[in-house]
């Protein structure tokens, strides 16, 4: 009767791992086109933009951030405005980044602009993730004597434990998609 019991729990937890899974990578492949798009668009990796989507927002388009960020990427209003402008959209208003295709291009956007900023370096993803992160002025904070260069070292002079966290976390979830992606999993 023991046994009934553990097989009957093991068996029950197996099938709700499996259900969790399932969820996850549903969710995870409902935006994929806009995420696509948006980053064949700005040269940026799609699975890069998933991993930044799925620590930002884990996919809730309707996603509010503490300072004022919105929707999957988690955008905010300046860096929004920056897109419309250079998009040339008039009327531009920071809600139309609830909306996944908008704001898929607008975050696409700004982070092909935060890896070209850090174009000469070793390693330009640890950078343009703290900067989408914790803002530019902190990176230049961080981003002196070998850590100019150096992501590494870069790392390790970063000051924040919040958004060194949030480095190692996306760039964790890029490696996790790559991986994925190299096994012919979508």
């Not at 994929?32 to 927002?57: F, I, M, N, T």
């Not at 480095?167 to 490696?175: C, E, F, Q, T």
Request: proline share 4%; with cysteine; glycine share 8%.
């Amino acid at each position: 009767m023991k046994r009934r019991w553990i097989w009957l729990s093991l068996g029950l937890l197996l099938a709700g791992a499996a259900a969790y899974v399932w969820r996850e990578a549903r969710r995870e492949r409902k935006f994929e086109p806009q995420l696509r798009a948006a980053a064949q668009r700005y040269g940026v990796d799609p699975l890069l933009v998933k991993a930044v989507v799925w620590r930002e927002s884990r996919f809730n388009p309707g996603a509010r951030g503490a300072s004022g960020e919105i929707g999957l990427m988690q955008v905010q209003e300046v860096a929004a405005q920056e897109w419309a402008d250079t998009e040339r959209i008039g009327s531009f208003a920071h809600e139309q980044c609830f909306n996944p295709d908008t704001n898929a291009l607008a975050g696409a956007f700004y982070l092909s602009k935060l890896l070209k900023r850090y174009a000469g370096t070793d390693n330009p993803l640890p950078y343009a993730l703290a900067d989408y992160n914790a803002g530019r002025g902190n990176v230049l904070k961080w981003n002196t004597g070998a850590a100019t260069t150096n992501s590494v070292q870069f790392l390790a002079q970063m000051s924040f434990p919040g958004t060194k966290a949030y480095v190692k976390s996306v760039l964790r979830r890029y490696a996790f998609y790559r991986f994925l992606f190299r096994l012919g999993w979508r």
